[in-house]
């Protein structure tokens, strides 16, 4: 079946430093990978994807990169925000018919100032 | 343009009690799924629909039932709450059919079974 694997939290750093939130799956099929993020009190919203092997997605200074040689798709950030501090998910969907997303459990992300 | 919209957004049931959750829609998405979200599990799909009165079982959909009489809108009905479904229940929509299309989330309704 399909799964998908991320670091455990809380990962805390402090404002400005680098961020590395591994995510790694197994999938039936040729999946689509995605990074959906949950602010405090809210429901998930997409904070980027990649369709193809070698693709990186990116959005608001988050990148992650398709590797299917590693079957991995690590979310990355130069320089991370306060406001950056929310709940990462990684997901992935295999093309079967109906497009439903399994989701990783989740990495808690705290920025300090 | 709403989004997603669920309600209600917090929920206390006894256990044995019956009640609906309500997901709408204004995107006009053929898609539209639930999931529940507990500390440490991430997000499982319960049930899901891909138009106007279809329904699909998904990853854990003991002791729910759901039904999209009409497009925008899609219920998710627990006939005897138990403890076990204490969680936060998500709605999200897409369009199809395509793997990569993205999923549009409500906020989310909190319940709690005693």
């Known amino acids: 079946g399909n799964s998908v694997t991320q670091m455990e939290g809380p990962v805390t750093l402090s404002e400005e430093a680098f961020l590395t939130i591994n995510c790694t799956y197994t999938?039936?099929?040729?999946?689509?990978l995605f990074w959906y993020v949950q602010y405090p009190g809210e429901g998930l919203q997409l904070l980027l994807k990649?369709?193809?092997?070698?693709d990186k997605g990116s959005n608001k200074g988050f990148e992650a990169t398709y590797r299917k040689e590693t079957t991995s798709f690590h979310l990355e950030k130069g320089s991370v925000q306060v406001s950056d501090s929310a709940v990462y998910f990684c997901a992935l969907s295999v093309n079967s018919g109906y497009s439903t997303l399994t989701f990783g459990k989740g990495t808690m992300l705290l920025v300090s100032p | 343009n709403a989004g997603v919209t669920q309600t209600p957004k917090f929920r206390v049931l006894k256990t044995g009690q019956s009640m609906t959750l309500l997901c709408a829609q204004d995107m006009n998405h053929e898609y539209m799924y639930w999931y529940r979200q507990d500390p440490g599990m991430g997000l499982r799909l319960i049930h899901y629909?891909?138009?106007?009165?279809?329904?699909a079982k998904g990853e854990v959909p003991d002791g729910y039932n759901v039904s999209r009489l009409k497009k925008q809108n899609f219920l998710l009905g627990l006939e005897s709450a138990a403890p076990s479904q204490t969680s936060v229940y998500f709605c999200?929509?897409?369009?199809?059919?395509?793997?990569?299309?993205?999923?549009?989330f409500g906020p989310g309704t909190r319940l709690t079974v005693l």
């Open positions: 999200a929509s897409s369009t199809p059919p395509s793997s990569y299309n993205e999923q549009f």
């Open positions: 990649a369709t193809k092997a070698d």
């Open positions: 999938a039936t099929g040729y999946p689509s």
């Open positions: 629909s891909v138009g106007e009165g279809t329904t």
